[in-house]
């Protein structure tokens, strides 16, 4: 640990436990454009006649934003703190939101929506999120992070399957329409009230001046130290593999039930199973950062969703092994990002967390954007998913012996925090 922490976990917890909780709600509405994906591709193909692929291409039209862009944001957010970048993005990411209940009949007009959506939703990333409620705990900081993300299961669990009956209902451009709403008047409120990080209470941004007085320093290494380290290129790219394995295997999931015969409805509650899953293995995880090394904590979590790509393979409509690939599946989704912040902050520390988190994030876009239309291509070449969730076990693999080089948490001198 190094001397960021505060008087004591129980300080931590009762100034920072507001923007916890907002940080929670923000983070899982970040998801939602990905998570619900699945529910609209059948409602896509049947009124375009889209294949999968040119459906799911979207995530990389999408994603070329956020990787040429999480670093700049990480560098705004370093600068200026997060609650300024959050005010602006979350009515934006509604706003871009809204725009996909407009796109077609083209499939330019569906990537077009994409792309705007990938820089308008940079300011709800949780980029932001995480490094707010991060500046502001240290003892507690894997399980405050844990229950940030956590947002993430809860939003997953819940939306793929409200976007289904909403689609049923009203259509499928409704439903886009009416979770924009929902993002607006849930999460906007919540960050004006609540969302502080330690560089705003540090300017006197905060209500009381006494959490302004007990702001930590951010001490840790800069973005140039950290990228001239292969510490940091082995966290990218295992966060990397892990996150395209996983994107691929939950944006096929309910394309991949309905193929075997299970109803949509269906088949959009087992892959709700991840949301709960993954929701208790955050907290567990948050628990066991606090207390052993990640390394190993990442290195059981990623290998579990090796055994889902199997059991999937040739999968026959069987839903005990739905239910079980899906599950360890959601371990996996439950460790991910939280890993992904936790271990920057933790080998590189607060300093330049925003840029170096988002320099990560971005690495680990590029192929959480790339993996599901592969799939898609793999599919409608072969018929069948088979060949994907072998490249995808092998990726799983290597994320997994990555994880395991990783070592002890540097230590950093808080007096050289300013320097």
């Known amino acids: 640990m190094n001397d960021l922490a505060p008087a004591g976990a129980r300080s931590e917890w009762r100034a920072g436990w507001p923007l916890v909780l907002t940080s929670a709600v923000g983070c899982g509405f970040a998801a939602t454009h990905a998570v619900t994906l699945g529910s609209y591709i059948g409602p896509l193909t049947?009124?375009?006649?889209?294949?999968?692929?040119?459906?799911?291409?979207?995530?990389?039209?999408?994603?070329?934003?956020?990787?040429?862009?999480?670093?700049?944001?990480?560098?705004?957010?370093?600068?200026?703190?997060?609650?300024?970048?959050?005010?602006?993005?979350?009515?934006?990411?509604?706003?871009?939101?809204?725009?996909?209940?407009?796109?077609?009949?083209?499939?330019?007009?569906?990537?077009?929506?994409?792309?705007?959506?990938?820089?308008?939703?940079?300011?709800?990333?949780?980029?932001?999120?995480?490094?707010?409620?991060?500046?502001?705990?240290?003892?507690?900081?894997?399980?405050?992070?844990?229950?940030?993300?956590?947002?993430?299961?809860?939003?997953?669990?819940?939306?793929?399957?409200?976007?289904?009956?909403?689609?049923?209902?009203?259509?499928?451009?409704?439903?886009?329409?009416?979770?924009?709403?929902?993002?607006?008047?849930?999460?906007?409120?919540?960050?004006?009230?609540?969302?502080?990080?330690?560089?705003?209470?540090?300017?006197?941004?905060?209500?009381?001046?006494?959490?302004?007085?007990?702001?930590?320093?951010?001490?840790?290494?800069?973005?140039?130290?950290?990228?001239?380290?292969?510490?940091?290129?082995?966290?990218?790219?295992?966060?990397?593999?892990v996150g395209g394995a996983y994107s691929a295997i939950y944006i096929h999931f309910q394309p991949l039930m309905t193929d075997a015969g299970i109803d949509p409805a269906q088949a959009a509650l087992l892959a709700g199973i991840i949301g709960p899953i993954s929701f208790a293995s955050r907290i567990v995880t948050g628990l066991l950062l606090d207390r052993f090394p990640a390394p190993i904590i990442a290195a059981v979590a990623f290998a579990l969703p090796i055994v889902s790509c199997f059991l999937l393979r040739g999968f026959d409509g069987n839903l005990v092994v739905a239910g079980v690939a899906i599950a360890f599946t959601a371990i996996a989704a439950g460790t991910e990002i939280d890993m992904m912040a936790y271990l920057a902050s933790r080998y590189f520390g607060m300093k330049s967390f925003g840029v170096i988190y988002g320099c990560i994030f971005s690495t680990h876009t590029i192929l959480w954007a790339t993996m599901p239309p592969l799939a898609g291509k793999i599919f409608d070449r072969t018929g069948s998913y088979d060949g994907a969730l072998l490249l995808f076990a092998a990726m799983l693999a290597g994320g997994v012996l990555l994880a395991a080089t990783l070592g002890r948490y540097p230590e950093f001198d808080a007096e050289k925090a300013h320097a």
């Open 46 to 241: 049947r009124e375009f006649g889209w294949a999968r692929e040119q459906i799911t291409t979207c995530l990389f039209f999408g994603a070329l934003g956020t990787i040429f862009l999480t670093p700049f944001l990480g560098r705004v957010l370093d600068r200026f703190g997060a609650r300024r970048i959050a005010l602006v993005g979350v009515p934006a990411y509604a706003f871009s939101h809204a725009l996909f209940g407009f796109a077609g009949p083209s499939i330019t007009s569906w990537y077009l929506v994409w792309g705007i959506l990938a820089i308008l939703c940079m300011g709800i990333s949780p980029v932001a999120w995480s490094m707010a409620v991060a500046s502001r705990f240290d003892r507690n900081r894997g399980l405050a992070l844990a229950i940030v993300l956590a947002g993430m299961s809860v939003n997953t669990a819940i939306m793929p399957y409200l976007s289904v009956q909403m689609i049923d209902a009203y259509g499928w451009r409704v439903s886009y329409w009416a979770t924009a709403l929902l993002v607006l008047v849930v999460a906007w409120p919540l960050t004006w009230a609540f969302f502080y990080d330690a560089r705003d209470l540090e300017r006197g941004i905060s209500a009381t001046q006494e959490e302004a007085i007990t702001a930590p320093s951010l001490p840790g290494r800069t973005l140039a130290e950290a990228i001239r380290s292969t510490l940091f290129w082995r966290i990218a790219l295992c966060m990397a593999l």
